[in-house]
């Protein structure tokens, strides 16, 4: 079956880097709108960004622009998500999925990952 598999969360402290990746096995990243989204406890799950099948496209919920950077390689079959000048309230656990639309809703993702901690401290 599909599998996309996080990793690269941790702890940081703000102002840190962390950097995530999402690996696919049996789906071809190309063919799929990608994106990633975070839940921190007690909250919904939230957008945080989004990038198109071939990369010339991006989309930032206005909490992480000029901060995140969503990029992938199809040729690795691999997505990833730069985060930068981390803040506690970046605290969750992030999660990448793929869709066949270029939406900020999680219900039209149609593949999700099992999800990565990030924790950020102050």
């Known amino acids: 079956q599909v599998q996309l598999v996080e990793s690269g969360g941790g702890l940081v402290q703000a102002g840190g880097s962390l950097r995530l990746s999402c690996a696919a096995s049996?789906?071809?990243?190309?063919?799929?709108?990608m994106a990633w989204f975070r839940q921190a406890p007690g909250k919904e799950r939230e957008f945080v960004a989004f990038?198109?099948?071939?990369?010339?496209?991006?989309h930032y919920a206005d909490s992480v622009k000029g901060r995140f950077t969503i990029s992938r390689d199809n040729a690795k079959n691999t997505l990833y998500l730069q985060m930068n000048s981390l803040k506690p309230e970046d605290t969750a656990a992030y999660y990448c999925?793929?869709?066949?639309?270029?939406?900020?809703?999680?219900?039209?993702?149609?593949?999700w990952g099992q999800g990565t901690q990030v924790t950020v401290s102050s």
């Open positions: 990038i198109d099948r071939r990369g010339g496209t991006t």
């Open positions: 999925a793929a869709g066949s639309l270029l939406t900020t809703s999680v219900a039209r993702y149609n593949y």
């Open positions: 049996r789906l071809t990243l190309s063919t799929y709108t």
